[in-house]
């Protein structure tokens, strides 16, 4: 990709600074000093890039991360699938399936695990542009798979384990996308003053995060799956009449879930910074496809809940017909 995109319109480029490292540097850094200026019209904001990320892990390890993450995907895609060929409701799995699951005891955390070294994963699987797909990706799997089978105390134990993964993994990839999109925030926005490779004049104030993307991991997305969880919880352990109230509350907040992460799925799509572009695609086009099966298979059960109620209708009348031919007879 031409770096020369990237940079703002009338910059004051040095022609000996090397464009991917000053790339490198933005995008990478996680400690913006502001510094006094005397040209309060022109540059009332002056900063520069005080702190940066260590340096990428070797290529080996992106390799890793991208197998074990198209392996999660394909296991999430095939169970999906293989569910909507049975025509059941939500998915009920056998304990060695559900720690292949994305959310599952084993794959999350070493999602996690990738989250917290993921400023220096950022070769050919950056999770800087790559990580939000993947807690789509975790988020979808919790809501879609369950474990009710299991005794409550199993059952609890998995859920909260489930919740408390989702926490840290949204806290872990904010460490990572934050300083990502105030990088591109402090590159698109701003005019190089020439003093240094990352000394840039801004005409307002650089936050954290940047304001050009405003997508966050711990976010309301995020609250929602984790609340959906907890109510999994309280209508497991709870009475059967009390659990009975809060089942309506609980598919409410299903569906509204599904609502919060294809709008997510859709602004990362349409406002990400725009590099790694085959490879956003074809993350954000693989939770795309995940969302398009859930919606197809809510559709299939809808028509085989009424497809059941019409038989058994069909059948109460044939009954009641039978019934009342006998009753003339007499």
């Given at each position: 990709?031409?770096?020369?995109l990237w940079l703002p319109e009338y910059p004051t480029f040095q022609p000996g600074w090397d464009q991917e490292q000053v790339h490198a540097t933005f995008f990478k850094c996680i400690s913006w000093q502001v510094e006094e200026t005397l040209d309060t019209v022109n540059c009332p904001y002056h900063y520069f890039c005080d702190k940066t990320h260590p340096s990428n892990y070797p290529l080996l390890v992106d390799v890793l991360v991208l197998l074990f993450t198209a392996a999660s995907y394909l296991m999430t895609l095939v169970t999906v699938i293989m569910d909507m060929s049975s025509g059941r409701g939500r998915i009920f799995l056998s304990q060695s399936k559900r720690?292949?699951?994305?959310?599952?005891?084993?794959?999350?955390?070493?999602?996690?695990?990738?989250?917290?070294?993921?400023?220096?994963?950022?070769?050919?699987?950056?999770?800087?542009?790559?990580?939000?797909?993947?807690?789509?990706?975790?988020?979808?799997?919790?809501?879609?798979?369950?474990?009710?089978?299991?005794?409550?105390?199993?059952?609890?134990?998995?859920?909260?384990?489930?919740?408390?993964?989702?926490?840290?993994?949204?806290?872990?990839?904010?460490?990572?996308?934050?300083?990502?999109?105030?990088?591109?925030?402090?590159?698109?926005?701003?005019?190089?003053?020439?003093?240094?490779?990352?000394?840039?004049?801004?005409?307002?104030?650089?936050?954290?995060?940047?304001?050009?993307?405003?997508?966050?991991?711990?976010?309301?997305?995020?609250?929602?799956?984790?609340?959906?969880?907890?109510?999994?919880?309280?209508?497991?352990?709870?009475?059967?009449?009390?659990?009975?109230?809060?089942?309506?509350?609980?598919?409410?907040?299903?569906?509204?879930?599904?609502?919060?992460?294809?709008?997510?799925?859709?602004?990362?799509?349409?406002?990400?910074?725009?590099?790694?572009?085959?490879?956003?695609?074809?993350?954000?086009?693989?939770?795309?496809?995940?969302?398009?099966?859930?919606?197809?298979?809510?559709?299939?059960?809808?028509?085989?809940?009424?497809?059941?109620?019409?038989?058994?209708?069909?059948?109460?009348?044939?009954?009641?017909?039978?019934?009342?031919?006998?009753?003339?007879?007499?």
């Open positions: 990709m031409n770096m020369l720690f292949l699951l994305p959310s599952g005891p084993v794959s999350l955390p070493i999602i996690i695990l990738a989250f917290a070294k993921g400023p220096q994963i950022n070769t050919v699987f950056p999770l800087s542009c790559l990580g939000p797909a993947i807690l789509l990706m975790v988020l979808i799997s919790a809501l879609s798979f369950d474990s009710a089978a299991d005794k409550d105390f199993k059952y609890t134990f998995f859920v909260a384990s489930t919740v408390s993964g989702i926490l840290h993994a949204s806290l872990y990839l904010d460490s990572v996308v934050l300083p990502y999109y105030t990088g591109f925030d402090a590159l698109m926005s701003s005019t190089f003053s020439g003093e240094c490779a990352s000394c840039v004049c801004r005409k307002e104030a650089l936050v954290v995060g940047g304001k050009l993307v405003r997508y966050r991991g711990w976010s309301m997305t995020t609250f929602f799956v984790v609340g959906v969880l907890c109510l999994r919880i309280v209508c497991k352990i709870s009475a059967e009449n009390y659990a009975g109230k809060l089942l309506f509350i609980k598919e409410l907040m299903e569906k509204f879930c599904w609502i919060l992460i294809t709008v997510d799925c859709v602004y990362l799509t349409l406002n990400s910074p725009p590099e790694r572009v085959v490879l956003r695609v074809a993350a954000f086009g693989g939770i795309f496809l995940l969302i398009f099966l859930h919606v197809l298979r809510e559709a299939c059960n809808q028509i085989y809940s009424m497809a059941y109620l019409a038989q058994k209708f069909r059948w109460m009348s044939s009954s009641l017909e039978t019934i009342w031919r006998k009753k003339l007879l007499l």
